[in-house]
C-alpha cells in the first residue's frame, strides 16, 4: 500500500490550498480515509475523515473551514483547506484504515501570518 500526499507548501493567513493523496495497492472505495497533522512539539491530531459510507467528521479546529473528500475513480483523497491560519503549520499525513491503518509521508504546509 502507498499513500502519496502532496500539495503543501507555503501561504498567508486567509489563504487556502489543496492537499491530494494518491493511493495504491488498496480497496480504495471500501476503506476509511483520513487526514492528520503534526505541528512542531505537539502530537499528532486528527484534521478530518471521510469513511468508505461517504460521512465525514472533522477536529472543530477545521470545521467550516476545511473540506476532506475523495474521488474513488482516480483512488485519490483530498483536502480543502481555506482561510487558514498560522496554528494550520503542520505536516499533513493522510492515512488508510482497512483492517489496519496505513500511513503516507507527510507534506509541509506553512501558514505566514
Known amino acids: 500500500v502507498q499513500l502519496q500526499a502532496s500539495g503543501g507548501g507555503l501561504v498567508q493567513a486567509g489563504g487556502s490550498l489543496r492537499l491530494s493523496c494518491a493511493a495504491s495497492g488498496i480497496d480504495f472505495s471500501i476503506a476509511d480515509m483520513g487526514w492528520y497533522r503534526q505541528a512542531p512539539g505537539k502530537q499528532r491530531e486528527l484534521v478530518a475523515i471521510?469513511?468508505?459510507?461517504?460521512?465525514?467528521s472533522y477536529s472543530d479546529s477545521v470545521k467550516g473551514r476545511f473540506t476532506v473528500s475523495r474521488d474513488t475513480a482516480k483512488n485519490t483523497l483530498y483536502l480543502r483547506m481555506n482561510s487558514l491560519k498560522a496554528e494550520d503549520t503542520a505536516v499533513y499525513y493522510c492515512?488508510?484504515?482497512?483492517?489496519?491503518?496505513?500511513w503516507g509521508k507527510g507534506t509541509q504546509v506553512t501558514v505566514s501570518s
Open positions: 471521510i469513511y468508505s459510507g461517504g460521512r465525514t
Open positions: 492515512y488508510a484504515l482497512l483492517r489496519v491503518e496505513y
